[in-house]
């Protein structure tokens, strides 16, 4: 991965943030066979900002074609403690983020 270009992988959520945390180029396939297809979704919603190209398989080679990865954008920069924020909020405890 370190010497890749371009990334094509499915648009399962570790692939993508492996590769997005590489900083390359990314497109992504999600599998249409999937119940509740929760990869098009992911992939749906980082293409719109972005962060990724989200192509089907049919669309793959027209993707490649035409990408310009100077359009893409990386993904901003987080502590992670948003989620576990919300969480202890749910759970009534002190969050994490806010005791240090």
Not at 19 to 37: E, R, S, W, Y
Not at 63 to 71: G, P, V
Request: aromatic content about 4%; hydrophobic content about 45%; charged content about 15%.
């Amino acid at each position: 991965m370190a010497s890749a270009a371009l990334i094509i992988s499915h648009a399962g959520s570790g692939s993508i943030f492996e590769a997005l945390h590489a900083g390359k180029p990314l497109i992504v396939t999600p599998n249409p066979l999937l119940m509740d297809n929760h990869q098009a979704e992911l992939g749906d919603h980082l293409a719109a900002m972005q962060a990724v190209v989200c192509a089907t398989p049919d669309k793959l080679l027209a993707a490649i074609s035409s990408l310009d990865t100077s359009a893409l954008k990386p993904l901003p920069a987080t502590t992670g403690y948003g989620i576990v924020d919300r969480i202890d909020d749910f759970m009534g405890r002190a969050s994490v983020s806010k005791k240090q």
